[in-house]
């Protein structure tokens, strides 16, 4: 397992396409999962939250347009106040463009942004100041046959040093969850 994390790109983040888009749509159509909030989905977000000290927990499904956060856990108040004397906690549904999590399901695997200003690709992201996103790790949660359901992923709003334990951590709970979301498809255990 090699810790590989994205390395500068001197250029602003631009999103990746998503050419499987369509039929990762209609596999999370298959399971029933993609355009609800699902409650055992936001246990597993919570309990990844308190795994990693993470303010930020979600469990993200990508459609053709944007992404939905049918599992997500946020703090009670905005961790971060912008200098209009507002803040703002993460809702369920963001813009494609936003959040590293695209770039999660493009590449099929980790992504971890220890500071994701050190990455004038991904500083330049709506959610680093919309939401004061400073760090991020997520998955992907790539099923039996090949699809890239969508990702699990926890961010901060300061710097982190998730190192070889947090991406050991993050891949193994996508492994976990993408068991446990197959079994919708037969029937069997619930999340």
């Known amino acids: 397992m090699s810790y590989d994390p994205p390395r500068p790109a001197g250029r602003l983040l631009l999103t990746p396409e998503d050419k499987e888009a369509p039929a990762r749509v209609r596999r999370l159509r298959g399971l029933g999962l993609g355009d609800h909030p699902e409650p055992a989905l936001d246990a597993f977000a919570h309990g990844l939250a308190e795994l990693t000290g993470a303010p930020y927990a979600m469990v993200n499904f990508l459609g053709e347009d ?6 997500l856990r946020t703090p009670a108040v905005a961790p971060v106040v ?3 004397g507002t803040g703002a906690l993460l809702g369920r549904v ?4 936003h959040g590293f999590c695209p770039h999660v399901v493009a590449r099929r695997k980790a992504l971890v942004l220890e500071d994701v200003s050190d990455y004038p690709r991904f500083a330049g992201n709506p959610v680093v100041d919309g939401f004061g996103i ?4 997520g998955a992907p949660l790539i099923d039996r046959t090949g699809t890239v359901l ?3 992923s926890v961010t901060d709003v300061r710097p982190r040093a998730w190192g070889q334990p947090g991406l050991a951590a993050i891949k193994a ?3 976990d969850l993408t068991v446990r979301l197959e079994y919708l498809e037969t029937g069997g255990l619930p999340l």
């Open 94 to 97: 963001l813009p494609r463009d």
């Open 150 to 152: 969508g990702t699990v």
């Open 173 to 175: 709970q996508a492994a």
């Open 66 to 71: 944007g992404q939905f956060f049918a599992g």
């Open 82 to 84: 912008r200098g209009d």
């Open 134 to 137: 400073r760090s991020y790790m």
